[in-house]
């Protein structure tokens, strides 16, 4: 590793210790002990990070809470990155009729700014866990797939592909030997990008209500509870959002270290962003 | 590029994609699994109540039938009835559309105020103190919106109680909205600012620029900054456009009455027809916007590759 490469350092940092957490929430015993006594103490050393409206320690509840939001993310993140490679593949390189249809398809979706579509897919379907990650997953692919295509696009045009496509070989080989190998770096650095996004994802449809399966903790539903008491017990909603910021930073951090690491001519900066 | 040729473009590409849109949210809500009148009935319905309602949005009639009769409405600019308030649909949307576009305007503006001329000043001296600003533009962008909300409404509105938490008829009730959503655009454009010029500033044009002889500002200003600004004015259009839309959070947590609280109402009380309505003009407005700046940047001659969302 670079020397210099504080940012993946202080990401993979973040990193690790969200993975612990992640940990420690799926193991951690899911049936939250309640005390009415003990409803919305502030955090202490005594306390920890405090109680809730019902008296549940809100340190146990970010911790299963942790759980869910990372195995939600992760699933979502896996289904966008292969998404994304298949269509962005196919809008790229693909027989003509085909990158059509696929460039096209990224068009439509990407008509829809935000969570918008997502909040339309969530609203009509049961609420439940398949529900939530099927309409992040709907909403994220895009993204990507655009991505992959203008990476393609532009790698397609090497000297060593073209070498290798004067040789005769097929896409398929040209794809799987040559081009593919070469994006991977890319694809963890969008990995890393998408598991912050589908976690803020996960976060907002949760706060408005269209999270997954009912009983489910999610650090959004415990931010919009806590809303109803701001003033009396501000840290039921402050707390569970310190994580996500270091939790969205610890993504975003190892995503610009990762570019450093494998770019380090690189001036782009912690905009995700592709150009010529 | 000729004037009527890039306005022809533009506009073909634009009905192109909201006629796409259109087809796309009708197959959403028409094929994906879930049946809306029982989500808006709850599952203890009577059989009679719950085929008068599918009857009454259509939803008895075949597949074709609905699409024909979806397209058509929509060419007039019908949208349907609100279940839940019997008002036309196109009318609650126009009596909203204005709040979110003078939210989404004044966030524009403090967040391109900020952000813009920061990221020109951070390219431009390289200066090791401008490494801060890179630090803090990362933290405004990695906050999530809901939950500055509340941190910024305990300080500003109880801890000192300066603004109101929501009002929508003096301007103060705008104030903690666009600091919200602003900030965090503040940040972003300062980094897309910031690499754009660099990226700019590191071209052998600047380099001849500079051979010449000319004043460090005026490879700035004459030299740089015309090509710099072509995509930090797509980046920000494009948030404009999200703005106009994304912003349900923020506008339900402030009780704002725009396009994203009544999204998120009409939710809440399974109201289809608004659901329908909202997403699909919100989406139509996005891809407008964006053909507007894609128009631009094509009579201008700029010679701009397809932004990535």
């Not at chain 1, 146990?60 to 292969?82: E, M, P, Y």
């Not at chain 2, 000043?121 to 405004?140: E, G, N, P």
């Not at chain 2, 030299?223 to 930090?232: M, R």
Request: charged share 15%; with cysteine.
């Amino acid at each position: 590793m670079n020397k210099s490469n504080f940012e993946l350092r202080i990401g993979l940092l973040g990193l690790g210790l969200l993975g612990l957490t992640g940990l420690a929430g799926a193991l951690a015993d899911s049936s939250l002990p309640h005390d009415l006594a003990r409803a919305f103490h502030p955090p202490s050393l005594k306390n920890g990070l405090g109680y809730d409206a019902y008296g549940v320690s809100l340190g146990h509840r970010i911790l299963t809470g942790a759980w869910h939001s990372l195995w939600v993310s992760a699933l979502v993140t896996a289904i966008t990155l292969f998404l994304g490679l298949v269509i962005g593949t196919a809008a790229a390189l693909g027989p003509k009729a085909i990158q059509v249809v696929s460039r096209n398809l990224i068009d439509c979706f990407l008509g829809f700014p935000g969570l918008l579509l997502a909040i339309l897919i969530a609203s009509i379907m049961p609420h439940n866990n398949a529900t939530l990650v099927f309409s992040i997953a709907a909403t994220g692919w895009t993204g990507r797939a655009r991505f992959c295509q203008a990476l393609l696009g532009k790698l397609s045009h090497e000297p060593h592909i073209e070498a290798a496509r004067a040789q005769g070989a097929s896409l398929v080989r040209i794809l799987s030997r040559h081009l593919w190998p070469l994006l991977a770096g890319q694809l963890l650095i969008q990995a890393s990008l998408a598991m912050g996004q589908a976690i803020l994802a996960e976060a907002s449809l949760s706060f408005l209500g269209l999270g997954g399966n009912a009983g489910n903790e999610s650090w959004g539903t415990l931010i919009s509870e806590g809303r109803d008491h701001l003033i009396e017990a501000p840290h039921i909603s402050l707390i569970p959002g310190v994580f996500f910021v270091i939790i969205v930073l610890a993504f975003t951090l190892t995503a610009e270290g990762l570019r450093k690491e494998l770019d380090p001519n690189s001036t782009r900066g912690y905009t995700k962003k592709l150009r010529k | 590029m000729h004037f009527l040729g890039a306005l022809f473009k533009s506009l073909a590409r634009c009905i192109a994609l909201a006629t796409g849109i259109a087809c796309l949210v009708f197959f959403v809500l028409h094929l994906v699994p879930g049946d809306p009148v029982e989500l808006m009935l709850g599952e203890t319905s009577e059989p009679r109540q719950y085929e008068l309602l599918r009857a009454k949005l259509g939803l008895d009639r075949p597949m074709s039938v609905r699409f024909h009769g979806f397209l058509k409405n929509l060419v007039h600019g019908d949208l349907g009835t609100s279940i839940a308030s019997q008002n036309p649909v196109a009318r609650l949307i126009l009596e909203a559309l204005p709040y979110s576009l003078l939210l989404a305007v004044s966030v524009v503006l403090l967040g391109s105020c900020m952000g813009i001329p920061l990221g020109v000043l951070a390219a431009h001296s390289r200066k090791k103190s401008f490494q801060l600003f890179s630090w803090v533009s990362i933290v405004f962008v990695a906050i999530p919106s809901f939950w500055l909300a509340p941190l910024l409404v305990l300080l500003f509105s109880f801890r000192w109680p300066w603004l109101p938490v929501s009002s929508f008829d003096h301007w103060s009730g705008l104030v903690l909205p666009t600091l919200t959503l602003g900030l965090s655009l503040a940040g972003y454009l300062f980094q897309t600012t910031r690499v754009a010029v660099n990226e700019c500033l590191s071209s052998d044009y600047i380099r001849t620029a500079y051979a010449k002889g000319l004043k460090p500002s005026r490879v700035l200003f004459r030299h740089a900054l015309p090509n710099a600004i072509v995509p930090v004015f797509t980046v920000t259009m494009l948030q404009f456009g999200h703005l106009l839309a994304g912003t349900v959070v923020i506008e339900t947590l402030f009780n704002w009455p725009g396009m994203g609280k009544l999204l998120h109402d009409a939710v809440l009380q399974r109201d289809y027809p608004v659901v329908q309505g909202t997403v699909l003009i919100t989406a139509m407005i996005y891809v407008a916007i964006n053909s507007v700046t894609d128009f631009l940047n094509r009579f201008l001659g700029h010679n701009y590759e397809q932004v990535q969302l």
